[in-house]
Nanobody, 127 residues
Framework: QVQLVESGGGLVQAGGSLRLSCAASGLPFSDYDMGWFRQAPGKERAFVAAIKWSGVGTYYADSVLGRFTISRDNAKNTVYLQMNAMRPEDTALYYC????????????????????WGQGTQVTVSS
């Protein structure tokens, strides 16, 4: 049974910070690239950030570049998303996802590329 469980969401004022966590179980965590996606009301699920299985190599959406940082701790089977300088447009349900990609060099930004998904954690940014 594969599980991805997000935590750390909540309400924050514009300019503030939150750190999301995603704990993975039931899979060999170090064999998977990990990604964060978000879905705002009335919008499609959108790519936020991704990190290679080894932790070497990251990729960010232009909208969060310089503000968000993705990281992972393979010993803890956990991926993180540090969100700083948050804006109201960051309000969304945030999902973590896992992609089996042991021989790939690059990272994927498409939802179709990912094999497993968490249930999401709500992030709300007030102005």
């Amino acid at each position: 049974q594969v599980q991805l469980v997000e935590s750390g969401g909540g309400l924050v004022q514009a300019g503030g910070s939150l750190r999301l966590s995603c704990a993975a179980s039931g899979l060999p965590f170090s064999d998977y690239d990990m990604g964060w996606f978000r879905q705002a009301p009335g919008k499609e699920r959108a790519f936020v950030a991704a990190i290679k299985w080894s932790g070497v190599g990251t990729y960010y959406a232009d909208s969060v570049l310089g503000r968000f940082t993705i990281s992972r701790d393979n010993a803890k089977n956990t991926v993180y998303l540090q969100m700083n300088a948050m804006r109201p447009e960051d309000t969304a349900l945030y999902y973590c996802a896992a992609e089996f990609a042991p021989h790939r060099v690059g990272l994927d930004s498409s939802t179709q590329a990912y094999d497993y998904w968490g249930q999401g954690t709500q992030v709300t940014v007030s102005s």
